[in-house]
């Protein structure tokens, strides 16, 4: 097993995350205990030592199946991560009562990593309000030895990331951000990495596969990639690139079966750096997997003094691009709730103003509306 060094501490490369454990009859609330103890037994005898759960995965359950199959293995065996769940924003004044509660569902008097779940756009306001005393009330679980190590993840923008360091950046160790070569570029993830530099704060990763989405390309892709390296799985791929990112300490993969648990473990026990090739090679399917299906939105500027509306044009693009791409997902509605109703893309009048000055000819009433379906259909 790959590890990394962190402050004294020897954490497996290859983080247990349990967002993805195996259910029992289709139901996401009811965990396939036997299966998951059988991958939990897999990885621990390999070398794995870090697990990662919170408070919503499995609609509340994963805690606890996390705590009582943890509980057969010496503490001192693995490390265990949860989260505080500020991404609904009736949490925001409970800290104290939801910490408790994550103590007794884990079985744990101590976590060794705690985090601020999901700063975004949504909820910054509220994280660093200290009205509400979630960081107050953290630093001191910290301070009496219950935190060992406190931070935060984020799926929010760039500038959310920077607010939130702002008020708490010379407290936070370590930051977990979606990270995979096919978001490297696409959403930002290189700029938001030097941005945790800057802050001397390591990085975890979520979403390495990209929610299984790199776990299996188009043929095409697949066979480039095979003629680089024959011998080499495609998930394994975007684990290597990941272990090249250099302040990147632990990856986190949501696995759900034990051939998953099985083969991420055996990519997990060499280094095998990607050289200079198979990098750029890597980065250029990427390029290509999302180029021909996103608006070439440069970001000048041009429509928002023509829209009588004032919508942030660009922006709104943006989470579009991100939206259609995906396939749906949470980011975009997240980002948007947010924002007042009269700045949602429904609230386009379809005057085309922006689209005699756009230097892209985007059509970008034409996008307004198929933004605002597209949500709405999520929402049925």
């Known amino acids: 097993m790959i590890y990394r060094d962190f402050k004294g501490l020897r954490l497996s490369a290859l983080g247990f995350g349990t967002m993805r454990l195996p259910v029992l009859q289709g139901e996401y609330g009811k965990i396939d205990e036997k299966a998951a103890a059988e991958m939990f037994d897999y990885a621990i005898r390999r070398g794995v030592n870090y697990f990662d759960t919170a408070w919503g995965y499995h609609d509340g359950a994963s805690e606890t199946a996390v705590g009582k199959l943890l509980s057969a293995y010496p503490r001192d065996r693995y490390f265990l991560a949860t989260k505080f769940p500020g991404y609904d924003l009736a949490n925001i004044d409970k800290v104290e009562e939801i910490f408790e509660t994550q103590l007794k569902k884990c079985r744990t008097g101590y976590f060794d990593f705690y985090l601020f779940h999901n700063v975004c756009e949504m909820n910054i306001d509220a994280y660093i309000d200290e009205s509400h005393g979630i960081f107050a009330y953290l630093k001191k679980q910290k301070e009496a030895g219950r935190i060992r190590h406190l931070g935060f993840s984020a799926h929010g923008s760039f500038s959310v990331i920077e ?200 059509r970008i009433s034409e996008m307004m509306k198929d933004f605002t379906a597209r949500l709405q259909k999520d929402e049925e």
């Not at 026990?269 to 990607?274: A, D, G, H, K, V």
């Not at 947010?338 to 085309?352: M, N, Y």
């Open 163 to 362: 607010r939130f360091l702002e008020k708490y950046g010379k407290e936070m160790e370590f930051c977990q951000l979606q990270i995979n070569y096919l978001d490297w570029t696409f959403q930002r993830a290189k700029e938001k990495v030097e941005l945790l530099k800057k802050h001397s704060i390591p990085v975890w990763v979520m979403e390495p596969l990209r929610g299984g989405k790199l776990a299996r390309l188009s043929a095409e892709n697949e066979a480039a990639l095979r003629v680089l390296r024959p011998d080499e799985s495609i998930p394994a791929w975007a684990f290597r690139f990941l272990l090249d990112v250099p302040d990147v300490k632990v990856i986190l993969s949501g696995m759900s079966d034990l051939e998953q648990v099985r083969d991420n473990v055996a990519t997990f026990e060499t280094e095998r750096p990607l050289n200079r090739n198979e990098r750029d090679a890597l980065m250029s399917m990427a390029e290509g997997m999302y180029k021909n299906s996103v608006l070439p939105c440069t970001a000048c500027r041009y429509c928002t003094s023509h829209c009588p509306r004032h919508l942030d044009i660009p922006d709104l693009i943006k989470l579009y691009n991100e939206h259609r791409f995906t396939g749906g997902g949470f980011i975009a509605p997240m980002a948007l709730s947010a924002l007042p109703q009269d700045q949602w893309p429904s609230a386009c009048v379809g005057c085309r103003s922006c689209e005699k000055v756009c230097p892209q000819q985007i």
